[in-house]
């Protein structure tokens, strides 16, 4: 069965053969392209009973097939698959960059463990070293600093939250989470932070969800509020988690007002400080312009582009109170999946958890080898670190500078062009210049200033929403032409009957290095089109 596997000495005809069958998927995936549609060639209908056949059909085949026939029945999966054109503009899911595609592969080529260096010493190497450079760009000491590459944004959130209740209590390790411990997110945070309670034990009730401003940031004095109200209940607030660029609407935390806010009450109370998380997976690669120069504008962006970046700019500033954060690289980074790093301002942290000699027979703690990730949660580690070096390396600052300076530029454009032409739609993030605009849809004689106002009934806003859901199902059946994302919760408002309801938004989400400006017209008359449809209907 070796010829399954790559040559073990190097030799010129193994690598040709290795390379055809490459050749064979990269030209099959070409052939399925469409620059001027979402979704590649070839019809597949993934609906009705599509998935309870596939399981009623699939076995293991008694004899595996030849490579070249796995690989047509690769490419068969692929058919009718959203790709990256210049209409894929739905939610933070990029295109795979070809550093990042063979920094993945180099991993695989030699599928180091990246659990301790004796085993993966290449990963250990770029994990280091990609610590290192994240640290110094969002003014974390790199001396002192510390971090791993891990599943994903939820996993960071995860791990910041791992830390934080070992801190405010080391016997928890040993005995358990104490029953008095809270964590706080705001209204607009990732529902990692929800999942994160509900598996460190903490469970649901232990979130306290602090109010979001219209800009979806946090509100810093419903913050203090809740801390005070939390301890003045016997609990123990032990993490933050300060969202720097939602999902949804790219609402930013001031990371810093909630470390001063945070010390503030700690102090007053004569505890420790909770354990401040910034979770920046959506935000966190616009710290690649905390350098930048905005006076001297050495890139020569718009200026309309540079005033919109560097509001974004003086708020990732503030991630380097936070005490852990993230990078999900498999988001603004460029790279595919999993490749997310999580990291913390002090590495002493992960002594909190990490595991003894005695509890690791097999690995780590040798005379050999010194790189030991005995504190993650995973045990296996992919070398996911080796993409994002390979993505740092060829991207450079400027590089990432230059992509996100486009994504927002067309973001700036396709915001004018909505504004513009489609009456009756309103953008609902426009606080927050970014990569995402938000819009909402309202009947004859309803806005937006009004609902943020409270100027509506419960029932009043659910027909507001349910005009939206309309148009997001009007948008997802053709998504094949132009992909908008969507949610349900862009913003919790106040009623004025007294609720607290959350309203829903169409989000487009610039994350194509394909959309142009230009591109910016034809996508919005695509929208106007179908919120005319959807006016036409009522
Ligand atoms: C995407 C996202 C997450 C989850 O990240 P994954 O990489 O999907 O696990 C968490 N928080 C925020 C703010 C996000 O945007």
């Known amino acids: 069965m070796k010829s399954l596997f790559p040559s073990v000495d190097g030799n010129e005809r193994d690598r040709a053969q290795l390379l055809q069958w490459m050749e064979q998927l990269l030209r099959g995936l070409d052939e399925l392209k469409d620059p001027d549609r979402v979704f590649l060639k070839g019809n597949k209908d993934r609906s009705g009973h599509f998935y ?8 293991i085949p008694q004899q595996g097939a030849p490579l070249e026939d796995v ?23 990029p295109m795979a960059s070809i ?96 999942k994160a ?22 509100n810093l004095m419903d913050l203090e509020e809740k801390l005070e109200r939390v301890m003045a209940g016997g609990g123990v607030p032990v993490y933050i988690v300060a969202t720097t660029g939602t999902t949804d609407a790219m609402g930013i935390d001031n990371v810093k007002g909630v470390y001063d806010i945070a010390s503030a009450v700690a102090e007053r109370a004569g505890t420790r400080r909770p354990h401040i998380h910034a979770d920046s997976a ?43 954060l993230c990078f999900d690289f498999q988001k603004l980074g460029q790279t595919p999946y999993v490749t997310s790093l999580f990291m913390v301002k002090d590495a002493s942290d992960f002594t909190w958890v ?11 703690h040798r005379g050999y080898g010194d790189y030991h990730t005995g504190y993650t949660l995973e045990c296996s580690r992919m070398s996911s670190s080796i993409a994002m070096l390979s993505a740092l390396l060829a991207f450079g600052v400027e590089g990432y500078q230059r992509l996100l300076a486009q994504f927002v530029e067309v973001n700036l454009a396709i915001r004018s062009a909505l504004r513009d032409r489609v009456p009756g739609l309103e953008i609902v993030n426009a606080d ?12 004859d004689g309803k806005n937006y200033a009004d609902e943020l106002a409270g100027k509506y009934t419960a029932a009043e806003i659910q027909e507001i929403n349910s005009m939206n859901e309309r148009l997001f199902e009007v948008f997802g059946r053709q998504r094949d032409r132009i992909f908008l994302g969507d949610t349900k919760q862009h913003l919790m408002v106040d009623t004025k009957d007294g ?40």
């Open 99 to 194: 550093p990042g595609i063979l920094g993945l592969l180099t991993a695989a080529l030699v599928n180091g463990n990246n659990l301790w260096d004796v085993y993966g010493p290449a990963g250990a190497e770029a994990e280091v070293r990609v610590v290192s450079m994240m640290s110094k760009l969002v003014g974390y000491d790199h001396r002192k600093s510390g971090g791993y590459t891990t599943w994903g944004g939820q996993g960071a959130v995860f791990s910041g939250l791992r830390l934080a209740i070992a801190k405010f209590d080391p016997d928890a390790i040993q005995r358990g989470v104490p029953g008095n411990f809270y964590v706080l997110a705001s209204e607009s945070a990732h529902y990692s932070a929800l």
């Open 197 to 218: 309670v509900e598996a460190t034990g903490l469970g649901r009730d232990k979130l306290i969800r602090v109010r979001s401003n219209p800009d979806n940031s946090m």
């Open 282 to 324: 959506l935000g966190g690669f616009f710290a690649m312009f905390n350098q930048y120069d905005f006076e001297r504008n050495p890139l020569g962006l718009k200026e309309h582009v540079l005033d919109a970046i560097r509001p974004i700019r003086d708020k990732m500033l503030g991630l380097a109170y936070a005490d852990s």
């Open 52 to 59: 309870q056949t596939l399981a009623e059909d699939s076995v």
């Open 499 to 538: 609720y607290r309801v959350p309203i829903y938004a169409s989000k487009v989400f610039v994350i194509s290095p394909y959309t142009q400006p230009e591109d910016a017209e034809y996508i919005a008359q695509y929208i106007q089109d179908q919120v005319a449809s959807v006016y036409a209907y009522r």
């Open 354 to 364: 990490d595991l003894a000699p005695e509890h690791t027979p097999y690995v780590g």
């Open 71 to 93: 690989n047509v029945q690769l490419l068969e999966l692929l058919k009718s698959h959203p790709y990256h054109t210049k209409y894929f503009l739905t939610n933070i899911l």
């Open 432 to 443: 927050n210049p970014g990569i995402i605009t938000a819009f909402r849809v309202y009947p």
